[in-house]
């Protein structure tokens, strides 16, 4: 497996750490920017879900501050309604941009649109 180094650690290819497993409390999110898109991270249970953070309905940028039903994240605007897992809207219509989330050790890591995390959180 082709590694990547960054900030001292070494990370799959791809992949970038975004946070801590301890940042994010469960059922909460986090919102990132990463390679200029804006990206909502979400803890339910053991795991970490990355979405697109902005609604396709009407484009707004809120999905880090949305309604979180078991792994269906619900638009505060409007109400539209999306799988975590796979992005597909299941209220309304289309889909978010979904993103592989990974634990490494203590980091959470996602493989995405390239650049530097940033910390953008209004969770």
């Avoid at 960054?6 to 919102?31: L, M, Q, W, Y």
């Amino acid at each position: 497996m082709m590694t990547t180094q960054t900030r001292g650690n070494t990370f799959p290819k791809g992949f970038v750490r975004v946070a801590h497993i301890r940042e994010i409390p469960d059922r909460c999110s986090k919102k990132i920017i990463l390679g200029g898109e804006e990206i909502a991270l979400w803890h339910v249970g053991d795991r970490f879900y990355a979405v697109g953070n902005v609604c396709p309905h009407q484009h707004f940028s809120a999905l880090h501050q949305g309604i979180l039903d078991g792994l269906f994240l619900t638009c505060p605007m409007h109400g539209w309604t999306y799988s975590l897992e796979t992005g597909i809207a299941i209220v309304g219509n289309g889909r978010v941009l979904t993103y592989r989330v990974e634990l490494w050790g203590d980091d959470v890591i996602m493989e995405g649109p390239h650049g530097e995390a940033t910390d953008d959180s209004e969770a």
